[in-house]
């Protein structure tokens, strides 16, 4: 007699493989490691694409597309993965630099942006999804302005496979990707090797006199250097006075002597005021703007102009307004 469905082979074959298992495939999670792999093999494709004659061009620009899901569930570990993806980054160039007369890379930083979405380009996000866009420079998810392209030029892996192609990208379709301000991250470039001489060093717990200050108003009680992502721009600024207000450039404000102006529409105006407090022989910073402030990634609350709430800020300190504009901080006492 025939085995019908359900019969006693059934039955045994179930006992041998159960149908849980024999009908459950093998799906590839998203780990830190995949992450990392995939933002490797980006930037390698881009130094082979991009490069020109003696000159090393690469992508600087990346943002990585996570399912909400896979978003949550990693976005503790982004500094460390872009921490470690930075200095693969580094070996690789050293590595290749042997083929290539110049490093010239468009932009001055890296720029990582992770972002969580169910949907892409017409594409699903599957929770085992990891897409990686990345472009020479100027990739601006989310308050896309005004002046900025509608398309933009970007290096993206064909899906489920090892392929890479360049296509334009409509800027539009970023729209339903929720780029949160503290999965951005700005590392600038340094191909320099490290001095031999000890670092600055950072400032002491212990108090030093006012007299230790600069004599001098060129010398400065502080140099701050800053980068403007979505202009690809950077620029610099001596902190001469014992206070400054950080704010965005505006014609009622370009006569202040104490403020530092930052041409950029991610930047509140004012947005921040860093000081130098006497007392306590160390710098300071309050926030005022509705968006994010970060001191070495610890968000700094915020506060009103004319109540602030002061915080430590560490005589050598990276100060990110919005997740867009990089500010250097290093003191000069």
């Known amino acids: 007699m025939a085995n019908q469905p359900g019969g006693w082979l059934g039955k045994l074959s179930n006992l041998l493989v159960p149908s849980s298992q024999a009908d459950t495939p093998q799906v590839a999670t998203v780990t830190n490691k995949r992450i990392l792999d995939e933002l490797i093999a980006s930037f390698e494709d881009s130094i082979g694409r991009e490069s020109v004659g003696a000159s090393m061009l690469f992508n ?3 943002l990585i597309i996570l399912h909400p899901d896979t978003y949550e569930s990693r976005q503790n570990a982004f ?4 921490n470690e993806v930075v200095s693969a980054f580094k070996a690789i160039i050293e590595s290749q630099k042997g083929q290539y007369s110049h490093v010239s890379p468009v932009a001055s930083s890296w720029f990582f942006k992770f972002g969580a979405g ?22 601006l998810p989310g308050n896309i302005q005004a002046q900025s392209p509608d398309k933009v030029n970007v290096t993206r892996r064909v899906k489920q496979t090892n392929r890479y192609e360049k296509v334009d990208v409509d800027l539009n379709t970023f729209q339903h990707i929720d780029f ?8 600038k470039f340094n191909f320099n090797p490290p001095a031999t001489a000890s670092p600055a060093p950072v400032v002491k717990s212990t108090a030093t006199s006012a007299s230790a200050l600069p004599k001098s108003l060129g010398a400065g009680l502080a140099a701050v250097t800053y980068y403007m992502a979505e202009l690809n721009k950077e620029d610099s600024y001596l902190m001469r006075d014992r206070e400054i207000v950080v704010a965005r ?3 009622d404000n370009q006569h202040f002597p104490n403020y530092l102006l930052v041409e950029s529409a991610y930047v509140s105006n004012p947005h921040a005021r860093i000081r130098y407090n006497d007392t306590s022989n160390s710098f300071e910073i309050a926030s005022f703007s509705r968006n ?40 000069n006492t």
């Open 60 to 62: 600087a620009h990346f």
């Open 79 to 82: 500094p460390v993965i872009v």
């Open 118 to 139: 169910r949907e892409f380009g017409g594409e699903v996000v599957a929770p085992t999804d990891v897409k990686v866009i990345g472009a020479l420079t100027g990739i």
């Open 180 to 187: 949160r301000e503290p999965g951005a991250f700005v590392v």
């Open 249 to 251: 450039k505006e014609p």
């Open 292 to 331: 994010e402030t970060r001191v070495n990634e610890r968000l700094i609350p915020r506060s009103e102009p004319a109540s602030p709430q002061w915080f430590p800020l560490p005589g050598k300190a990276q100060i990110l307004l919005n997740s867009m504009v990089t500010l250097n901080f290093q003191s």
